[in-house]
């Protein structure tokens, strides 16, 4: 690139800050490209002053010409001609600054007009942006010079970084390029990820190397992801409103909360003294059950003439005896000892007291509970004790919290629980304190954090509250957040105010410009205007992340994410292929249950032998066995097997599994509690498909369709 001759000259008005020059028509810089021009300055430690080369930014270029105005008519304008050189081109150039003993400094004195401006070469913007090798991470290039590599100062990282862009603009490829270069550098870095984009990581982090083959650990949300550990949260250390809020009750069911509080008290007094899994949400779940049991039974004995001590009593004992059921004789003892020494505590007689007013007018709320209950517990995440942070952190490694497929109160709880445990973990580390701690700083990664912080004015998240937390106290004790969003504007602006360097892609909303303009200082007004015409994979980067301000095109990254537009056209083609399948499935399936009944099925009455096959008095509905016949095909590794002794076909399909007792009406889902649910279906109709459900054979004394009636 030329650069020992002027591109332009110092004209018009000149600031310290900002100056204009007139371009010289044979060396057009473009837009964003890098400029420089002497000036006398002082710098300090200095006593006389020195001639320095301060580097700016062309921000704006005009073309004009004498005669070509917007205000003349084209009868004119069409018989001008404007000679080669003769346009004046005018560009306005921002100052970054001038380099100064390792050191960016701004100049106190405006370039002088007619000073000639000088395209800075490579080399001087290599040495402008330069940080030091062992603090660099490459994050991409120059958007004006593609020869130029840039780096951020993983330093800067100590104060936080906001990754902000529209849909698609890339902000989550430039998360996947900075998590390359932490691995690179040894940290430890957490992702949270609601959508499972990241998870794709583990698959391709050899691509960076034999070494960091095993650098990335898959955390999932629920069991039945695919991953390296199942989280692992302790009801024991959670309120009965904070568990009952996770269960999605609704704040206004007070009965069905009051029932969840009272089985926690008296679960976790039982824990105390037996231990096992009676902390966790199986054992809550036992204590509901037997106490739906016992106020029945209280009920049908009329005991109600007593006093209201006197019931209690007999509530207790009936709840302990119902409980005792499930044990052997020597257990049963054992366990009823344990129980009687609960009664004289507290906390005991206060879960039984209020379980008992839950239950005493009506049982229903005690069935609700345990539906909203079994629900959570499905997940597998909520038990007795949590999964030690050394099996989640390590040195050097990614981990990955899937929490894909969860609701918005689970996620929240997750990420907020999660969190709490890395930050105290370093604190204790930091402060020399007794349990669970951590060695080293945490990079935390926040995908979606509008979803997990937005203001306290819209919705509350407990997420929030440990965000700030991180984002105003982190640097003390080395745990960095970096939060993505595409909605600034919809992040709590008191946390996005403390996360002090930004890489802002293509933002055109005016709300969120305003966001991000009001979260920092550093991103000045023409900055900001440029947010909308930045193409695809450029971002602006402010903060301390970078010696000064700069225009970036980021680098191609190395790692896989399952993120990123689709492609329309497939997917529709997708789309028809699917339906063709499932209309060949269902023709299928009509046939075998022809075969299967001796009698003619259609397409259109499947429903009707499918619900005969399961011992159903209604059709099986329409839409759930669409949806059944979908997740076939789709799901490759779905299998089925009959039992023909106990009439039972059992699979999986959809991640779920799934239990069917022929004739019976009965069926059970992993992830289904209403019946008969689309993964029921999907199982039983592939075991049609697949012929392991056939027609009885000859000389059978009572065959299966004997008791299909």
């Not at 992040?491 to 009001?518: F, G, K």
């Not at 450029?538 to 994410?561: C, F, H, Q, S, T």
């Not at 799934?658 to 649910?677: D, H, M, N, Y």
Request: glycine residues 8%.
């Amino acid at each position: 690139m030329t650069t020992g001759f002027p591109v332009g000259i110092v004209t018009g008005d000149s600031k310290p800050d900002t100056f204009t020059f007139t371009v010289n028509p044979d060396h057009i810089p473009s837009l964003y490209d890098y400029v420089y021009v002497e000036v006398e300055e002082t710098p300090p430690g200095e006593d006389e002053r020195r001639r320095v080369k301060v580097v700016a930014q062309i921000r704006r270029i005009i073309s004009g010409a004498v005669g070509f105005t917007p205000d003349s008519p084209w009868t004119v304008l069409a018989r001008l001609h404007v000679p080669r050189g003769a346009d004046r081109i005018v560009a306005v150039a921002k100052v970054l600054g001038y380099k100064w003993r390792g050191s960016i400094l701004y100049p106190r004195r405006a370039p002088r007009v007619g000073s000639p401006v000088y395209l800075a070469p490579d080399e001087m913007l290599e040495e402008f942006y330069s940080v030091e090798p062992e603090r660099r991470l490459w994050i991409g290039y120059l958007v004006s010079r593609p020869s130029v590599k840039v780096y951020i100062d993983v330093e800067g990282l100590k104060r936080h970084l906001a990754i902000l862009a529209a849909t698609g603009a890339g902000k989550t490829w430039t998360s996947i390029v900075l998590i390359e270069e932490l691995v690179k550098k040894g940290a430890t870095v957490l992702v949270l990820d609601p959508h499972g984009e990241y998870v794709a990581i583990k698959e391709s982090i050899h691509k960076l190397g034999p070494a960091y083959r095993d650098r990335v650990i898959v955390l999932k949300g629920r069991r039945d992801q695919e991953g390296d550990e199942l989280y692992k949260v302790s009801v024991l250390d959670m309120s009965a409103e904070e568990l009952a809020s996770i269960a999605g009750i609704p704040s206004k069911a007070s009965r069905i909360r009051a029932v969840v509080s009272g089985a926690k008290e008296i679960a976790k007094a039982l824990h105390g003294v037996l231990g096992g899994d009676w902390g966790g949400l199986r054992g809550i779940i036992r204590v509901i059950q037997a106490g739906i049991a016992a106020a029945e039974t209280i009920k049908i004995q009329r005991r109600y003439s007593n006093s209201a001590t006197a019931i209690l009593n007999d509530f207790g004992k009936q709840l302990v005896q119902e409980l005792s059921g499930e044990y052997g004789e020597a257990e049963k003892k054992e366990f009823q000892e344990a129980a009687s020494r609960l009664v004289v505590r507290e906390s005991f007689n206060k879960g039984l007291r209020r379980l008992w007013l839950a239950l005493r007018k009506d049982v229903e709320p005690g069935y609700d509970a345990i539906r909203y209950l079994e629900d959570l517990d499905r997940l597998g995440v909520y038990g007795v004790k949590g999964l030690p942070l050394h099996r989640i952190l390590r040195p050097g490694t990614v981990t990955v919290f899937n929490l894909a497929g969860l609701r918005s109160e689970v996620q929240d709880h997750l990420a907020y629980n999660i969190l709490v445990r890395v930050f105290n973990a370093r604190v204790r580390y930091m402060r020399g304190l007794p349990g669970e701690t951590y060695r080293y700083p945490v990079v935390v990664i926040v995908e979606e954090a509008h979803r997990f912080m937005p203001p306290k004015n819209i919705r509350q998240t407990r997420t929030r509250e440990i965000a700030a937390a991180i984002a105003a106290e982190g640097r003390k004790f080395g745990v960095h957040m970096i939060a993505i969003s595409q909605r600034p504007s919809k992040v709590d602006p008191d946390v996005l105010s403390q996360l002090q360097s930004q890489i802002i892609l293509r933002i055109v909303n005016p709300r969120d410009q305003d966001a991000v303009r009001d979260a920092g200082e550093q991103l000045s007004h023409d900055l900001l205007s440029d947010l909308p015409g930045l193409n695809k994979g450029e971002a602006i980067i402010v903060g301390p992340i970078v010696p000064a301000p700069l225009m970036i095109r980021v680098r191609n990254r190395v790692l896989d994410y399952m993120g990123g537009d689709i492609s329309l056209v497939e997917e529709w083609s997708r789309s028809l292929e699917e339906e063709e399948l499932v209309a060949e499935y269902a023709d299928e399936l009509a046939l075998r249950l022809t075969r299967l009944f001796d009698e003619p099925y259609s397409r259109e009455t499947i429903r009707i032998g499918l619900a005969k096959l399961m011992g159903l008095r209604e059709p099986v509905p329409g839409r759930v066995l669409d949806d059944a016949l979908h997740i076939l095909v789709r799901d490759r590794h779905a299998w089925a097997h009959y039992d023909n002794y106990t009439e039972t076909v059992e699979g999986e399909a959809g991640g779920a599994e799934a239990r069917i007792q022929l004739g019976t009406g009965e069926a059970e889902c992993s992830r289904c509690r209403v019946q008969p649910c689309r993964h029921v279906l999907a199982v039983l109709a592939k075991a049609i498909l697949d012929g392991v459900i056939s027609p009885p054979g000859r000389g059978e004394e009572e065959p299966w369709s004997y008791y299909l009636g």
